[in-house]
């Protein structure tokens, strides 16, 4: 038996069926969506008439875009969230371990770890770090080497510290719910086919655990990206603190701040974008359908044809 059409008005009848027995349908109506629709316009409309009778020179703005120094400011923003995110992940990834070690040293001293960096300022972080010269004056390692810390610690390896190490308590939380998300069986299965610890959280529980932990840690290097902005505090010339320096100069103030915000925007669509294709890889084999990318979206859409899953 086939279930009737739904169409606007009544329902064309079915093969084999009487007239009177198809459904009448009716389109259900949605007022509050228009009303929505015409608020968003609105506020679009308002936005756009102030932004374009503000006194902004747009010239200024196009001359800033390819500037160096900005260029620069940009490359040590993208190095410096690459470095920190890169030693956050460590640090999250072996922290978790330790979280859910049974031995109640380890994983007391992670916990201790995680409610440290978790419970204070990223800025407050930032300056102790930078500062780490009054309590530590020297590093040394005994008969091999030795140098003054507030040589070592430059302002790019202050903030690189603050902010990585910050991020490592975070990640570490994700890192955490992803590993206990995988069917504890996983581990006790790899446990019987004579696989260490190690090995079966290398090749049995992470692979699995990264569904879950790639779309928070994604989100969280988008945050790092926009969190190194906080890195000036320390003396590190990042896009924002170069774009400071410039309008202190020339009073372009609003034009050099949107110019910053084009670059933040196309950084983090580029990270958007590789977030996807990463999660993408990392569902294949799961029950639940790969989405489409956006380019098979954008054929689909131009060949007037639905998109398959």
Same mark, same amino acid.
């Given at each position: 038996?086939?279930?009737?059409?739904?169409? =606007? *008005?009544?329902?064309?009848?079915?093969?084999?069926?009487?007239?009177?027995?198809?459904?009448?349908?009716?389109?259900?109506?949605?007022?509050?969506?228009?009303?929505? &629709?015409?608020?968003?316009?609105?506020?679009?409309?308002?936005?756009?008439?102030?932004?374009?009778?503000?006194?902004?020179?747009?010239?200024?703005?196009?001359?800033?875009?390819?500037?160096?120094?900005?260029?620069?400011?940009?490359?040590?923003?993208?190095?410096?969230?690459?470095?920190?995110?890169?030693?956050?992940?460590?640090? *999250?990834?072996?922290? =978790?371990?330790?979280?859910?070690?049974?031995?109640?040293?380890?994983?007391?001293?992670?916990?201790?770890?995680?409610?440290?960096?978790?419970?204070?300022?990223?800025?407050?972080?930032?300056?102790?770090?930078?500062?780490?010269?009054?309590?530590?004056?020297?590093?040394?390692?005994? *008969?091999?080497?030795?140098?003054?810390?507030?040589?070592?610690?430059?302002?790019?390896?202050?903030?690189?510290?603050?902010?990585?190490?910050?991020?490592?308590?975070?990640?570490?939380?994700?890192?955490?719910? *992803?590993?206990?998300?995988?069917?504890?069986?996983?581990?006790?299965? =790899?446990?019987?086919?004579?696989?260490?610890?190690?090995?079966?959280?290398?090749?049995?529980?992470?692979?699995?655990?990264?569904?879950?932990?790639?779309?928070?840690?994604?989100?969280?290097?988008?945050?790092?990206?926009?969190?190194?902005?906080? &890195?000036?505090?320390?003396?590190?010339?990042?896009?924002?603190?170069?774009?400071?320096?410039?309008?202190?100069?020339?009073?372009?103030?609003?034009?050099?701040?949107?110019?910053? &915000?084009?670059?933040?925007?196309?950084?983090?669509?580029?990270?958007?974008?590789?977030?996807?294709?990463?999660?993408?890889?990392?569902?294949?084999?799961?029950?639940?359908?790969?989405?489409?990318?956006?380019?098979?979206?954008?054929?689909?859409?131009?060949?007037?044809?639905?998109?398959?899953?």
């Amino acid at each position: 038996m086939t279930e009737p059409a739904l169409t =606007a *008005g009544r329902a064309r009848p079915s093969p084999g069926r009487a007239p009177d027995q198809d459904l009448l349908t009716r389109t259900r109506r949605h007022p509050g969506r228009w009303v929505g &629709a015409v608020v968003v316009a609105l506020v679009a409309v308002f936005f756009v008439r102030a932004f374009a009778g503000a006194q902004i020179d747009w010239g200024v703005v196009r001359h800033y875009l390819g500037a160096t120094e900005l260029m620069t400011g940009l490359v040590t923003t993208l190095v410096l969230t690459l470095v920190s995110m890169v030693l956050g992940i460590a640090l *999250g990834l072996l922290v =978790a371990v330790m979280r859910l070690s049974k031995n109640p040293v380890t994983s007391g001293v992670a916990w201790f770890y995680v409610w440290v960096f978790r419970g204070t300022p990223v800025y407050l972080q930032l300056l102790l770090w930078f500062n780490l010269a009054l309590i530590f004056p020297l590093v040394s390692v005994p *008969g091999v080497y030795t140098a003054r810390t507030v040589d070592l610690m430059t302002p790019f390896v202050a903030a690189a510290l603050g902010l990585g190490i910050n991020q490592g308590a975070y990640t570490s939380e994700v890192v955490r719910a *992803g590993i206990l998300s995988v069917d504890e069986g996983q581990l006790e299965a =790899a446990y019987t086919i004579g696989m260490s610890t190690a090995k079966a959280m290398r090749r049995v529980v992470l692979p699995q655990a990264m569904k879950v932990i790639i779309p928070p840690i994604g989100n969280e290097t988008i945050g790092m990206l926009k969190t190194t902005s906080l &890195a000036s505090a320390v003396g590190v010339t990042e896009i924002l603190l170069q774009a400071q320096h410039l309008y202190f100069v020339n009073n372009r103030i609003m034009e050099l701040l949107i110019v910053c &915000a084009v670059w933040y925007l196309l950084a983090v669509s580029v990270l958007s974008i590789a977030q996807f294709y990463l999660e993408r890889y990392f569902a294949r084999g799961s029950a639940r359908p790969v989405p489409p990318s956006p380019l098979r979206r954008l054929l689909a859409a131009t060949r007037g044809k639905p998109v398959l899953r």
